[in-house]
């Protein structure tokens, strides 16, 4: 998996995801490096945004292919911290 965060505003970050592999993979995309940051949706290429509403977003990738996620978010909206992000998130 490769990931390029392309674009950086106030309100929205684009993050770039290529699995690279020929088997499926899942990630999470964490907003920013303490979980600090609200993602409110999740727009995957030119598809309708999705709600999320919380720091985390599970994604998953067949092989072999791309994505590009626009995340609108709000800034240093929850309390940062060292926990590690729940694994079973909806997708």
Known sequence: MAALVSAIDPDHTVVEL???GAAPCSLVVQAGAFAEHRI???RADDEAPRPVEGPYVGVRLPGATQVRLTLTMTLRAGRPTYAAPPWEIAR
């Open 18 to 20: 290529v699995n690279l």
């Open 40 to 42: 409110h949706t999740v």
